[in-house]
């Protein structure tokens, strides 16, 4: 046998031969992946990610999570003598002193935006194309608690830095911390070490943000792309496609460099950003001080649609069992409760209501699936209202209207909004469907919704009336 003197094949016969990994290697660079470009989503998040770790621990050499009072003496002139904690003196240091933490510290509040936002559309494409269905039920369970995961932990990366606008942030969280009923109190008082702004927070903040939260984002990540292997990947239909292959390019050698240059592609965008995107500059906020309250305040995009259903909830209160509800809990509490647990039921519920439990690795047309469809675009319609609503004062400031002008007005528009956006694009699918059916394509097949299961009231009889013996 010919002595083999590469050392790359030579390393891979050692590694071989003690782990085994040939067959798993073969399998997977043997993995067929889809060529449309929208399965390139979740890898944008992915690249983000990594983007978002390699700079996250050159930061965390340099940033002290402390809340001792110091004086500054760095670089920047206009705080110098001002009294700060040395987590906000760290970030001006970092920003000013430390070589290359300025575009560091870009780079990383930039990636977290980018990361954030990539995992949204991904939903939206797995939502709206039915990618949830039998067998990945489980795994849009993970990824929609990756996405709860994530903003906890971007809003505890922006806190940490003890600026004015990040307290003004902390301020809130307290306020909707301290709403929930019963466990509010005791609740607040553990995550800020007594009452607001507390001793504690930013320490805690630290921990959660650089190890509890990556943990977990990891070990999740990991299990969402395990199960993506295991249930191999969905398609779009097309010619040659069925539920039982995928049409495609093998990951080795076509797809791997087009991963390879994707992330090239998005570490040097986020580069690009952070170079020349000045973001978060934290040294024009000043020290956070309680008494104080910054006007304008604006929440990264993903806080967005709390900050603005705050605002334009309705000042309301409830009182039950003697106690009083107050109204951060309503819109901030509740709202996001309901919004979270009504994404993870999805594919139950949509499972129930049109009786299909068959496995599905063909893609969904949005347009052939308009009940769907038109629900997901009012819930997006409604979510990006409220996100605007967090810009009332910015909007009454800048074309001289009065704030509670354009506070109803977004009011009117959460209500308004959305069943035009839900019902105009119902109309629009049903107006593609008799379009592909007059260009002579088939008509798709249509789930038979089941609407008696709306009546809940019947349900109790439903099951009685089902379990009754039959007579002989």
Same mark, same amino acid.
């Given at each position: 046998m010919a002595r083999d003197h590469l050392v790359t094949r030579r390393v891979a016969r050692w590694l071989d031969q003690r782990l085994g990994s040939a067959?798993?290697?073969? &399998?997977?660079l043997g993995k067929v992946f889809p060529d449309?470009? #929208?399965?390139l989503i979740g890898e944008i998040a992915l690249y983000a990610f990594v983007v978002l770790l390699v700079t996250g621990v050159y930061l965390t050499f340099f940033f002290d999570p402390s809340i001792e009072e110091v004086v500054y003496r760095g670089s920047y002139e206009p705080l110098r003598g001002v009294e700060m904690s040395q987590a906000y003196a760290s970030a001006l240091d970092i920003s000013f002193d430390v070589r290359a933490g300025l575009v560091m510290r870009q780079i990383h509040h930039w990636a977290a935006l980018l990361f954030l936002a990539a995992m949204v559309v991904h939903l939206m494409r797995v939502f709206f194309t039915g990618a949830f269905r039998r067998p990945r039920e489980l795994n849009w369970i993970i990824?929609?608690?990756?996405?709860i995961l994530s903003i906890f932990n971007g809003f505890a990366g922006y806190s940490l830095l003890d600026d004015q606008l990040s307290?003004?942030?902390?301020?809130?969280? $307290?306020?909707?911390?301290?709403?929930? %009923?019963?466990?509010?109190?005791?609740l607040a008082s553990f995550l800020f070490g007594g009452e607001f702004p507390g001793p504690d927070i930013i320490n805690r903040? $630290?921990?959660?943000h650089i190890l509890l939260l990556p943990a977990l984002i990891i070990v999740l990540l990991t299990a969402h792309l395990g199960l993506v292997v295991r249930h191999k990947h969905t398609q779009f239909g097309g010619r040659g496609r069925t539920e039982r292959n995928v049409v495609g390019e093998p990951v080795w050698p076509r797809f791997a460099f087009k991963s390879i240059g994707l992330m090239l592609l998005t570490a040097a965008v986020l580069a690009a950003l952070g170079g020349l995107a000045q973001i978060n500059p934290v040294w024009l906020y000043g020290p956070f001080e309680p008494a104080n309250v910054s006007a304008a305040s604006q929440p990264d995009w993903y806080m967005a649609w709390l900050d603005g259903a705050l605002r334009v909830f309705p000042p309301?209160?409830?009182?039950?069992f003697g106690y009083t509800v107050p109204n951060p809990f309503f819109p901030a509490v509740l709202l996001a409760g309901g919004t979270f647990a009504l994404l993870y039921l999805w594919p139950f519920l949509e499972a129930r209501f049109t009786s299909d439990t068959l496995e599905h690795h063909l893609l969904d047309r949005p347009r052939n699936? %308009?009940?769907? &469809? #038109?629900?997901?675009?009012?819930?997006?319609?409604? $979510?990006?209202?409220?996100s605007l609503s967090a810009s009332t004062d910015v909007v009454a400031v800048t074309f001289g209207t009065s704030v509670n002008g354009v506070l109803v007005a977004f009011r009117v528009a959460c209500l308004v909004v %959305? %069943?035009?956006?839900?019902?105009?694009? $119902?109309r629009l699918c049903r107006e593609l469907q008799l379009r592909d059916e007059a260009a002579g394509m088939a008509p798709p097949e249509r789930p038979r919704i089941r609407w008696e299961l709306l009546r809940v009231w019947e349900w109790h009889a439903r099951r009685r009336a089902r379990a009754a013996p039959t007579d002989p």
């Open positions: 067959k798993l290697a073969r &399998t997977a449309h470009w #929208s399965f990824g929609i608690t990756l996405l307290g003004t942030g902390l301020r809130i969280a $307290y306020s909707i911390t301290l709403s929930i %009923p019963l466990v509010g109190t005791w903040l $630290y921990v959660i309301w209160e409830a009182r039950a699936r %308009p009940v769907r &469809t #038109s629900l997901g675009a009012a819930t997006v319609a409604f $979510y990006t209202v409220l %959305p %069943p035009v956006v839900g019902l105009t694009t $119902y």
